[in-house]
């Protein structure tokens, strides 16, 4: 199952991310990082599809995808390890 990792601190609280997740996975968190800023989470981890829009999107580079063990570069395109990509 892909795994979405949100690093909290890197995030600025854009919300760009939940709205590019198709799955409905992340939603903006009801606390605040240390620089004040309420961060996404997931909320829906289990909908996951390791898409990577969430990644792509993201301004501040704070989520990862981990797809069987493996943390993919959100630009790693030629190193994507799932058939068809
Ligand atoms: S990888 Fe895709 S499905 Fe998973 S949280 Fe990110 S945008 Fe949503
Ligand atoms: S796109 Fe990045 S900076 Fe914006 S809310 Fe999502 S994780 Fe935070």
Known sequence: MPRVTIDRERC???GLC???CPQGVLAMSREI????YFF???ARPWD?????LCAITCPDVAISIGLSGTFVHPFDYEEAP???C
């Open 12 to 14: 600025k609280g854009c």
């Open 48 to 52: 996951c599809l390791g898409c990577r």
């Open 33 to 36: 990082n240390a620089k004040g």
């Open 82 to 84: 799932w058939p068809g």
């Open 40 to 42: 996404a989470h997931k």
């Open 18 to 20: 939940v709205h590019a």
